[in-house]
């Protein structure tokens, strides 16, 4: 499970990440409530609209960003963004602290913070591969989303006391404190340890990367999962806020459920890096686990049931994004990774923008379980999707033996070809009349 803390720079890497994940939870936290309830009245119409400001630029920078994940030294993209987002999050908390924030104030961070965002995503995932090994790349991308979400535990938790507490301009400023650990580890990794890659070439084209994925049908389904689930499933800031108000709880106890949800997350993660590879079909069943957990969360008339189901729906969800990142990296060349990781994580945070608004207005014309209902219908379609595609590709057939008579390959069956092929013959043999042969390709 732990393997890959074998290697000095990937530790490294993962102590930095999670004290930077602490405090990135924690600001997201404080972020949701200060719209909901500081700048607004309880609008979740205005959570929809902030956090598609946040996740739209990926998608719009997709090419770009890819191309610069591929062609520049990552370690020193990361280090210009996170200097970048420190900024910002003091500028945020010195605005909050003074009462000079503004909803559409917020709203220009928020785009701010995307376009950053689409440069930090795509090098943070594509330098992960850069820490370890190629056999044991699945496992770090693991490790790197447990570490992600074990910082999802405490952050949404300790952000709801201190929001309570002090208020929610302290919880930014603190977060700048928490950007020293992903800094730090940025400094502290050993450049002679990485592992070599082949960069872009200057005449590399932003489209390599769409053309790569436009040949391979099974990125194709990944990525149509994701952006279902991401689009209408993952908007959780805005289910776990309006159902804490529902429930009649404030900041802590809208932080708890972001906690609590996080400890599914947590087991998702860990699961997926005890997995030798990733795999698809661990993909395609946590999407319909989704659903149907999702669903059942909407139907709790208490907080603390509500609670509970909030675990199994992290828990599909990191199962989902974990092994689908792990997948990306391990079957994608090395040369385009950066730009399919790019288009990877557009694809994934580029559906917020359209569903955001629309849970979010479903959220406040219709109550907050009818917006879970329609998340619970994303995964489940996202589901149906992949299992068309198994089905459809071959991939599903039958096997004595096998649970409920059926195999479910990861590889779509070769196909045997028998045709001759014609091959030139050498003029000193034509002379023995023969002029072709024919090879028979097994």
Known sequence: ??????????????????????????????????????????????????????????????????????????????????????????????????GLMTLPLMYCFAFATGLVLSFDNPARQAFVSDLVTRENASNAVALNAASFNGARMIGPAVAGVLIVAVGTGWVFLINVIAFAGMLGALVAIRSGELIPRKKADAGSRLADGFRYVARRPDLQVIFAMVFLLGALGMNFPIFASTMALEFGQQADGFGLLSSILAIGSLVGALLAARRARARMRVAIFATGFFGVVSILSALMPIYWMYAACLVFVGFAVVTTLTTANGYVQTTTDASVR???????????????????????????????????????????????????????SGRLRRRAGARLGLELAETRPIEIITRPIPVAVPEEFSDQGAQTSAIKLD
Do not use: H
């Open 338 to 392: 950066g730009r399919v990781l790019a288009l990877y994580v557009a694809v994934l945070m580029g559906g917020t923008p359209l569903g955001a608004p629309l849970v979010g207005w479903v959220a406040a014309e219709f109550g907050p379980r009818a917006a879970i209902l329609l998340g619970a219908v994303g995964g489940l379609a996202a589901c149906a999707i992949g299992l068309t595609w198994v089905i459809a």
């Open 1 to 98: 499970m732990f393997r890959s803390f074998a290697s000095f720079n990937f530790r490294v890497w993962f102590i930095g990440a999670l004290v930077s994940n602490v405090g990135s939870w924690m600001q997201s936290t404080a972020q949701s409530w200060v719209v909901l309830t500081e700048l607004t009245d309880n609008d979740a119409g205005a959570m929809g609209v902030t956090m598609a400001l946040q996740f739209g630029p990926p998608l719009l920078l997709v090419g770009l960003s890819g191309w610069v994940t591929d062609r520049f030294d990552r370690r020193r993209i990361l280090v210009i963004t996170q200097l970048t987002l420190l900024a910002f999050s003091l500028a945020i908390g010195l605005l909050l602290l003074n």
